[in-house]
T-cell receptor, first 112, second 112 residues
Framework: DAGVTQSPTHLIKTRGQQVTLRCSPK?????VSWYQQALGQGPQFIFQ???????QRGNFPDRFSGHQFPNYSSELNVNALLLGDSALYLC???????????FGQGTRLTVV | SQQGEEDPQALSIQEGENATMNCSYK?????LQWYRQNSGRGLVHLIL?????REKHSGRLRVTLDTSKKSSSLLITASRAADTASYFC????????????FGQGTELSVKP
């Protein structure tokens, strides 16, 4: 079992560009959540996908959007990147909505 | 926004000593989970304690939960250099759809 896999591991983008991050959940998991972790802070919830729909959303602007595919994998898209979007983006998967979450290794996004 | 606070923010101990980290939260919860993070990478799930449980053990880990005080503690016994990491508590409220709300974390350094 490969666990939760995220790609890419590192990414450098220029302010104003758009970025897509990808996540494959752990086998048997159908729920994917995304978190943003700024340096020295705890992760903050961005949104959660279940049955290909956004079920919950945290306090993030509409520039942050996502998608879940029929195979349960997910993408996080961020438009019009700002310097403040530089962070570690973590994907977590779980079996249904309210069970233990398993995290991927994250994507380190740097906006210059 | 973060759920609450973790105390201490940083902890430095010698190998073989015990390490205790505390977590406080603000709202009602269904469960509380502890995670470990090495060098800003992915989060590793350590233990989950439900709101109707008071204490839980897993190997060298002992977690307590006091819902009346809205607080939890994580005790790592006989610490090892490999325990050096950041530790986060995260709360889950099923009424909020199961998203994890993290604290700021405790940075633990175990010196050999």
């Amino acid at each position: 079992d490969a666990g939760v896999t995220q790609s890419p591991t590192h990414l450098i983008k220029t302010r104003g560009q758009q970025v897509t991050l990808r996540c494959s959940p752990k086998s048997g998991h159908d729920t994917v959540s995304w978190y943003q972790q700024a340096l020295g802070q705890g992760p903050q919830f961005i949104f959660q996908y279940y049955e290909e729909e956004e079920r919950q959303r945290g306090n993030f602007p509409d520039r942050f959007s996502g998608h879940q595919f029929p195979n349960y994998s997910s993408e996080l898209n961020v438009n019009a990147l700002l310097l403040g979007d530089s962070a570690l983006y973590l994907c977590a998967s779980s079996q249904t909505l309210n069970t233990e979450a398993f995290f991927g290794q994250g994507t380190r996004l740097t906006v210059v | 926004s973060q759920q609450g606070e973790e105390d201490p923010q940083a902890l430095s101990i010698q190998e073989g000593e015990n390490a205790t980290m505390n977590c406080s939260y603000k709202t009602s919860i269904n469960n509380l989970q502890w995670y470990r993070q090495n060098s800003g990478r992915g989060l590793v799930h350590l233990i989950l304690i439900r709101s109707n449980e008071r204490e839980k053990h897993s190997g060298r880990l002992r977690v307590t939960l006091d819902t009346s005080k809205k607080s939890s503690s994580l005790l790592i016994t006989a610490s090892r250099a490999a325990d050096t990491a950041s530790y986060f508590c995260a709360t889950v409220d099923y009424n909020q759809g199961g998203k994890l709300i993290f604290g700021q974390g405790t940075e633990l350094s175990v010196k050999p």
